[in-house]
């Protein structure tokens, strides 16, 4: 049961690691090629929480309503997807432009032992949880309504 644990402690790492070296080169790339347009990818940042009990992810969706966002889950992987829009008049312009906006996709991986029969979505004050409890896996597609 340890070198389970610890090939998944591994992946994990890994996965963190190959998060921060892409979003570095996002960063890179965006300040030498800066976007052609004003608007700013939004790429709402995760919190993955573990327990023998339950899967857990925590995103910050700020300005989002449920049902701009999408959860789907096809085979082992739990796929978040949704669009952040600021629109201004026809007769306004950005003095300044600081806020992230624009479609967004994130990918997660399905631990090993989750029941996928049994995930739930909610969101609330902009924040959103998505729940896998631990228990049996099922390789269907399914989409998950966001409560």
Known sequence: ????TDLYELGEEIEKQ??????????????????????????PEADLITSD??????????????KEIAIVRKQNVLI????KEIELA????????????GAFVRSFAIPEGADVNNITASFRNGVL?????????????THIPVQ
């Open 1 to 4: 049961m340890k070198r389970t």
């Open 18 to 43: 190959v998060h921060k070296f892409g979003q570095e080169f996002h960063d890179f790339v965006e300040r030498i090629v800066p976007a052609p347009s004003k608007t700013k990818d939004f790429r």
């Open 53 to 66: 009990k339950s899967f857990r992810i925590i995103m910050d969706l700020p300005g989002l309503t449920k």
């Open 80 to 83: 978040v997807r949704g669009e």
């Open 90 to 101: 026809d007769n306004e312009h950005y003095k300044r432009s600081e806020r992230k906006s």
């Open 129 to 141: 949880t998505v729940q896998l409890p631990m228990g049996s896996a099922d390789e269907e597609v």
